[in-house]
């Protein structure tokens, strides 16, 4: 259920950081469509697609030959840790966006 006064915005920050709590912040302020639409569809998704067309297009063949080991690839994962880290910082933009927005509707 939202809450009825105010948020902390420190603590609002540290739920984006671990699984399910970044929901449950959003939800506290009544933004967590936006949240979803933004985040999970917008950035990550486009972001995953771009880079599964992009880095492994032979996955997109039935053809392919499946390497088990690809998880292990660095050049992968040196391509997926900045987009990991771009989806923290425009969570932690919204989340404490969001939230001051919200703070300030309980000031008198």
Do not use: C
């Not at 950035?43 to 088990?68: H, K, L, Q």
């Not at 992968?76 to 919204?94: D, E, G, R």
């Amino acid at each position: 259920m939202p809450v009825t006064g105010k948020v902390s915005l420190t603590r609002q920050t540290i739920y984006v950081f671990f699984p399910m709590l970044d929901l449950i912040a959003f939800y506290k302020i009544k933004h967590l469509r936006m949240y979803l639409l933004i985040v999970y569809l917008g950035m990550v998704g486009v972001a995953s697609s771009i880079y599964s067309m992009a880095v492994t297009p032979e996955s997109w063949s039935f053809n392919a030959n499946y390497d088990p080991y690809y998880f292990f690839d660095p050049i992968s994962w040196a391509l997926q840790i900045p987009i990991m880290a771009v989806t923290y910082i425009i969570s932690v933009f919204l989340v404490r966006k969001w939230s001051h927005e919200w703070n300030k509707k309980f000031e008198l």
